[in-house]
């Protein structure tokens, strides 16, 4: 499918019926598949022979979207998992173990701010928060002879921090080591972050990608790019003996580490998506790109209006011409960014709480990137516990308002807001 549009892609990739076999890529239901010999199971074992044998390793329905992903990213596999977490998670070990160093953005996704400061930390791999606006001569600083990996994400949520993916990637190849990058919020259709030097691509496909709020799920892409055979991985370069003395370098070529993710940690810590959610992410791929469209295009109109608003303090939108990543945004994203945007309203936390519980068409839920206008408030719910100084600290003021603006149309999301504002006097 490599010279089709990416829309052709969303609608096309992935599964492709034989003569007489499901037009629609069918639902798998299945833990289990059989054989008639013995000897054809050993050879899917070995990896001899392809095949299905059980779905913690892989199923029909998962195989299809991870190969229409793998296409839109413009990686030589994917694996789906049961959740964004999931993904970093393996992601991460499959390169790193106790003794190892890694190098992050700060400004990331929060639950994986915990999996990388508190989990990985117990499990002895340390890393090191960085500033990701910070020079190449800053962050090769904090490069030591045990670091393994830089990550970050395309657009940071929630702050909407938007990452140099070729100067991370600069740094990470100067020194050996992957790229890591998490392309939830931007998808595919606006950045395709293996493009610009990124070897390793994860999402949780739970947002934009499922887009109607059904199923969590995760993804890692690999690009096949990265040349793991240094000497700085010898998880992929020498015998894993726990895999009769597979060397994935040597039998897998370019696809060393998504094999090694799959038949190794996808083995042993199974976090595998189930077919019937896979079928539904495939469902939301079909019209990722319209609704990625009308996303940007509505999250554009409301994050304009809100900038002209008198009862409005600040507006935080890459897509607004003075953010301060607006250039970025444009460089990476010439298409749209995403169809986050974070605000404040006069009158701090009291009146963004009230504003909230004016509000008729906007929801308010803990959760972003779907089809349905929603709202949070960071400071009195997944901050809660913090102090408004350590808010501060952290981005988040006490007046700040999260939006996903959704499909709907942007006339009636702007009139809600409106009648909310007018609330407030
Ligand atoms: C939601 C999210 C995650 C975590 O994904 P889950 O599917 O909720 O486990 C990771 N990264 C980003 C950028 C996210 O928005």
Not at 264 to 275: C, I, T, V, Y
Not at 381 to 397: A, P, S
Not at 417 to 422: P, S, V
Request: aromatic share 8%.
């Amino acid at each position: 499918m490599s010279n089709y549009h990416i829309d052709t892609k969303c609608i096309q990739s992935g599964y492709q019926p034989k003569n007489g076999e499901a037009r629609v890529l069918p639902i798998y239901q299945s833990t289990t598949f059989k054989y008639d010999s013995a000897e054809h199971v050993g050879k899917l074992f070995d990896l001899e022979a392809e095949g299905f044998f059980y779905t913690r390793l892989s199923n029909p329905t998962v195989d299809g979207v991870e190969r229409k992903i793998a296409d839109l990213e413009g990686g030589i596999g994917a694996m789906c998992t049961s959740s964004g977490q999931a993904a970093a998670m393996i992601a991460v070990l499959n390169i790193c173990k106790s003794g190892d160093h890694m190098i992050s953005s700060g400004t990331i996704y929060g639950g994986t701010i915990n999996l990388f400061a508190v989990t990985l930390a117990k499990m002895g791999i340390e890393c090191t928060f960085i500033d990701s606006d910070a020079s190449i001569e800053d962050i090769q600083k904090e490069i030591r002879d045990n670091t393994k990996l830089i990550f970050a994400e395309t657009i940071a949520n929630p702050s909407l921090v938007v990452s140099d993916i070729g100067k991370l990637a600069k740094v990470a190849h100067s020194n050996d080591i992957p790229l890591i990058i998490d392309n939830t919020f931007a998808t595919p259709i606006n950045c395709r972050p293996i493009e610009h030097g990124a070897d390793i691509v994860i999402h949780s496909t739970s947002k934009y990608m499922d887009g109607h709020a059904v199923a969590l799920g995760g993804v890692i892409v690999d690009s096949g790019n990265f040349n793991w055979d240094n000497g700085k991985f010898p998880g992929l370069s020498t015998p894993d003996e726990s895999y009769h003395g597979m060397v994935y370098t040597r039998d897998c070529g370019r696809a060393a580490f998504i094999t090694k993710a799959r038949v190794q940690l996808m083995r042993d810590m199974g976090m595998a998506p189930s077919p019937n959610n896979a079928f539904l992410l495939n469902l939301g791929l079909e019209t990722l790109h319209l609704r990625m469209e009308r996303h940007c295009y509505n999250a554009q109109r409301v994050a304009e209006y809100l900038d002209r608003h008198s009862q409005v303090t600040w507006v935080n939108y890459p897509g607004l011409k003075g953010n301060k990543y607006h250039d970025l945004a444009m460089k990476y994203m010439p298409n749209g960014t995403c169809g986050v945007i974070s605000f404040g309203v006069k009158g701090g936390r009291e009146a963004a709480m009230k504003f909230m519980d004016s509000l008729k068409l906007a929801a308010i839920v803990v959760h972003v990137a779907d089809a349905r206008t929603s709202v949070l408030h960071p400071a009195s719910t997944t901050h809660r516990q913090l102090t408004d100084k350590q808010l501060v600290e952290c981005g988040i003021t006490p007046d700040m308002i999260r939006m996903s603006i959704g499909i709907e149309n942007a006339d009636d999301i702007i009139a809600d807001l409106e009648q909310a504002f007018g609330k407030l006097d």
